[in-house]
């Protein structure tokens, strides 16, 4: 039995729904992930790099090719924003990286972005209907991700905002998918955003930041 058969292969069943492996290890994983991010630890980062490869098979195996791409895209900032983390210019006193609220030009951008993002993407899945089979709230996850995970690479408060509205429509999709353990983390990760979010916001009280970016642009 390979790899990819194995992490697709069923873990347990419970309450009528099957659960495979790949989508619980890839989510506890990824639950971990939200945790440190949410003590401001580097290890985050890591932490959501290989969540992202597990679930890259979680998705593959229920052909939502928004999930596989969204996970691909994990990966990717995964490693730019252990980067950005590891070069922040400036640390908080206890070494982590410091937090700050988003200018009103980086909310509209980031608003903007996901908004065109999602348009761009959403048309492209319903042109090719092979690629989602539930094109719009697949492309609004994919970019929404995207989304959220760069405003973290950049310490802004506003990332777990952007969880918060990729849970909203992520948490059904996940039922709807066939991918329970999904949905249940989802429901969980609402619970670690609400509580990083005030983490973060309070910190923000304590120790305000100066008013330009607490990471530097991803400069090679």
């Known amino acids: 039995m390979s790899a990819f058969d194995w992490l697709n292969g069923e873990a347990f069943t419970a309450f009528g729904q099957h659960v495979i492996w790949s989508d ?3 989510n506890v994983i990824g639950l971990l992930a939200l945790a440190l991010g949410w003590r401001r630890s580097l290890l985050t980062w890591p932490a959501q790099l290989l969540s992202g ?10 052909q939502l090719s928004g999930g596989v791409g969204k996970q691909l895209l994990v990966v990717a900032v ?4 252990w980067q950005q983390w590891r070069r922040g210019a400036r640390q908080d006193a206890d070494g982590a ?24 993407v ?10 989602s089979w539930n094109p719009w709230p697949d492309a ?16 802004l408060v506003e990332f777990w905002f952007a969880w918060l509205l990729v849970d909203v429509v992520g948490v059904p999709l996940a039922f709807s998918s066939g991918l329970a353990f ?6 969980v990760y609402l619970g670690l955003v609400l509580w990083g979010l005030r983490a973060w916001w309070l910190r923000t009280r304590r120790h305000p930041a100066p008013q330009q970016p607490v990471l530097e642009g991803a400069a090679a």
């Open 78 to 81: 995964s490693v730019w924003g």
């Open 24 to 26: 619980m290890l890839g």
């Open 53 to 62: 490869l597990v679930l890259v098979t979680a998705y593959a195996s229920a």
């Open 182 to 187: 999904s949905g249940l983390v989802y429901v």
């Open 122 to 131: 959403g048309t492209l899945f319903t042109l090719v209907p092979s690629l």
């Open 97 to 120: 990286v410091a937090v700050r609220f988003a200018t009103p030009r980086e909310r509209g951008l980031l608003a903007a972005g996901t908004a065109v993002g999602t348009l761009a």
């Open 140 to 155: 609004y996850i994919f970019v929404g991700t995207l989304a959220a995970m760069a405003a973290q690479a950049r310490g």
